[in-house]
Nanobody
């Protein structure tokens, strides 16, 4: 069982930045591909960014390309999502996900609100 704890959400003005963190409670963190999802009110959960084991490959939703950056620090068992040039439509609960073969674990989510 892997426990994931997100942090770093909050209220930010349009054009601002936030960095989300997700700390994992496993000694095999480096074996997991890590993902960030988000879910806005009344909408389905969507994949925002992914990072491979080792961090060599990343992918982003078209809506966040050029604005968001996913990274990982395997020594700290942590994955990050640096978000910049935030827009009101980025408002959502952001979830961290760890994936390995058939196993998938989720954090409890952190709220990001972009509003003036």
């Amino acid at each position: 069982q892997v426990q994931l704890v997100e942090s770093g959400g909050g209220l930010v003005q349009p054009g601002g930045s936030l960095r989300l963190s997700c700390a994992a409670s496993t000694s095999t963190f480096s074996s997991y591909a890590m993902n960030w999802y988000r879910q806005a009110p009344g909408k389905e959960r969507e994949l925002v960014a992914t990072i491979s084991t080792g961090g060599g490959r990343t992918n982003y939703a078209d809506s966040v390309k050029g604005r968001f950056t996913i990274s990982r620090d395997d020594a700290k068992n942590t994955v990050y999502l640096q978000m910049s040039s935030l827009k009101p439509e980025d408002t959502a609960v952001y979830y961290c996900n760890a994936a390995l073969l058939v196993w998938s674990y989720w954090g409890q989510g952190t709220q990001v609100t972009v509003s003036s």
